[in-house]
């Protein structure tokens, strides 16, 4: 099998999940609605737990496949992606999953890795929403599984936020001879700091890079324009840079859509996570129905 092959197959595989359960925890059905009240203003906390539990069960899940005998998928753990395919097919093939508790609504997943380690395609990103069967207990269930790859994901946040002089979007420096663990692969986001005088200046300066100057590239000569700008302008680091719920990936948001469509238990998870979001409203009427 080709890296490639390998890759389809697993992504193919994961996106059939859609709807199963994933056997790693379950919260017990609440007795009374004072109880089911309370879990639905905390059932939330679970999702960095059950996160973490999906993206550990996804090797368990795929190396239930026939790979004939190539190798193994293996999580990395710090490491990128999170799963990866061990055997003697190169380039190796990659998975990143991401999961993502719909009821929150904002996808807060970052994704920072640069879009020049992507060139052989052999990396996918993996999108897992989950829910708890019934809404605020149960196992979690999966509502829908996207895959994509992390090169169109990159592409996609680069030409997004890349905004100069307003947004810069910088590369990460060369590390290759470091060890692997201090190898930096992840692109950062810069916004504009300065005066209203300041960024006429500096638009006239990015002016003159040519017709192309607002494209991002991660050409070491582009990367070192960008660099110019900002030592001679104040700019801050943004934290919320990369969020994937932000990125503007058109199949992406299609998927998000989706979901927040989804109708479960005689609402949509939209209007769910208005019911559970709203602190002055009686919510007995509705999680009865879940009881």
């Given at each position: 099998?080709?890296?490639?092959?390998?890759?389809?197959?697993?992504?193919?595989?994961?996106?059939?999940?859609?709807?199963?359960?994933?056997?790693?925890?379950?919260?017990?059905?609440?007795?009374?609605?004072e109880y089911a009240t309370h879990l639905s203003k905390v059932i939330s906390k679970l999702s960095p737990l059950v996160?973490?539990?999906?993206?550990?069960?996804?090797?368990?899940?795929?190396?239930?496949?026939?790979?004939?005998?190539?190798?193994?998928?293996?999580?990395?753990?710090?490491?990128?992606?999170?799963?990866?395919?061990?055997?003697?097919?190169?380039?190796?093939?990659?998975?990143?999953?991401?999961?993502?508790?719909?009821?929150?609504?904002?996808?807060?997943?970052?994704?920072?890795?640069?879009?020049?380690?992507?060139?052989?395609?052999?990396?996918?990103?993996?999108?897992?929403?989950?829910?708890?069967?019934?809404?605020?207990?149960?196992?979690?269930?999966?509502?829908?599984?996207?895959?994509?790859?992390?090169?169109?994901?990159?592409?996609?946040?680069?030409?997004?936020?890349?905004?100069?002089?307003?947004?810069?979007?910088?590369?990460?420096?060369?590390?290759?001879?470091?060890?692997?663990?201090?190898?930096?692969?992840?692109?950062?986001?810069?916004?504009?700091?300065?005066?209203?005088?300041?960024?006429?200046?500096?638009?006239?300066?990015?002016?003159?890079?040519?017709?192309?100057?607002?494209?991002?590239?991660?050409?070491?000569?582009?990367?070192?324009?960008?660099?110019?700008?900002?030592?001679?302008?104040?700019?801050?680091?943004?934290?919320?840079?990369?969020?994937?719920?932000?990125?503007?990936?058109?199949?992406?948001?299609?998927?998000?859509?989706?979901?927040?469509?989804?109708?479960?238990?005689?609402?949509?998870?939209?209007?769910?996570?208005?019911?559970?979001?709203?602190?002055?409203?009686?919510?007995?009427?509705?999680?009865?129905?879940?009881?």
């Amino acid at each position: 099998m080709t890296s490639n092959e390998i890759l389809e197959k697993a992504s193919n595989y994961l996106e059939s999940l859609t709807g199963s359960t994933i056997p790693v925890l379950e919260v017990f059905k609440p007795e009374d609605l004072e109880y089911a009240t309370h879990l639905s203003k905390v059932i939330s906390k679970l999702s960095p737990l059950v996160g973490n539990m999906i993206e550990y069960n996804v090797c368990q899940i795929l190396n239930k496949l026939d790979w004939e005998n190539e190798g193994l998928w293996v999580r990395q753990d710090p490491g990128f992606p999170d799963t990866i395919f061990k055997g003697t097919v190169e380039p190796i093939p990659g998975i990143e999953i991401k999961t993502w508790f719909p009821l929150a609504t904002e996808i807060t997943a970052r994704f920072k890795d640069s879009v020049k380690f992507f060139n052989e395609e052999q990396t996918n990103v993996a999108l897992v929403a989950w829910l708890p069967e019934f809404i605020i207990y149960g196992k979690p269930r999966l509502i829908g599984i996207w895959v994509g790859t992390a090169k169109s994901l990159a592409e996609a946040r680069d030409n997004h936020y890349h905004n100069p002089p307003d947004y810069l979007v910088f590369e990460p420096e060369d590390t290759s001879g470091r060890t692997q663990n201090l190898q930096q692969t992840n692109t950062n986001g810069y916004k504009f700091q300065g005066s209203t005088e300041e960024f006429k200046v500096a638009e006239e300066e990015v002016k003159g890079w040519g017709k192309d100057s607002k494209q991002f590239s991660h050409d070491a000569e582009y990367q070192a324009k960008l660099k110019q700008l900002m030592g001679k302008y104040n700019y801050r680091l943004d934290t919320n840079f990369a969020k994937i719920d932000r990125i503007q990936h058109g199949d992406l948001e299609e998927f998000k859509n989706k979901i927040l469509e989804l109708e479960i238990h005689g609402y949509s998870i939209k209007e769910w996570s208005k019911i559970i979001a709203d602190e002055e409203k009686d919510i007995t009427e509705y999680l009865n129905k879940l009881l």
